[in-house]
């Protein structure tokens, strides 16, 4: 898969997602004018991941996980909504017993964000892994 990479800008986060090198990271402050053109491609993204696990793809991962890391300042409701269908994406990934992990990292004086993270898992039928930074 051709990676996807997007810069982070003053209300959007950084994306990389790089399944060669095993780099899967939404990252920064999410609050786009227009957050349906801003996540349609990450999306269509994750959505062609998941139609392409092959036993190749779980080979591959068995040793080492694939990682997805979530690291935000902030984001807004309209990007929670899009952050949710990514996570029932990888939630769909996680059922084709694909070894993966999904961190959530949150600034340490910032217990709102581990909250969120703490109810997006409760929605999904695997536990994430919190990192305070």
């Keep these: 898969m ?22 899967f990271e939404m990252s920064g402050c999410s609050r786009p004018e227009d957050v349906r ?20 793809v779980k080979k591959k991962f068995a040793q080492d996980p694939l990682v997805f890391l979530f690291r935000f300042d902030y984001f807004n409701s ?5 952050i949710l269908d990514i996570l ?3 939630n769909e990934i996680h059922k084709k017993d694909l070894n993966m992990i999904v961190k959530w990292q949150y600034a340490e004086s ?4 581990r909250e969120v993270g703490e109810e997006l898992e409760d929605v999904i039928d695997f536990m ?3 990192e305070e930074i």
């Design 37 to 56: 053109d801003f996540y349609n491609p990450v999306l269509k993204w994750i959505t062609d991941l998941n139609s392409g696990i092959t036993e190749g």
């Design 128 to 130: 994430f892994t919190f």
């Design 110 to 113: 910032d217990e709102d964000m």
């Design 2 to 23: 051709i990676p996807l990479i997007i810069d982070s800008t003053v209300s959007t986060p950084k994306i990389i997602f790089d399944l060669k090198n095993n780099i």
């Design 78 to 82: 309209s990007s929670a909504k899009f």
């Design 88 to 90: 029932m994406i990888l």
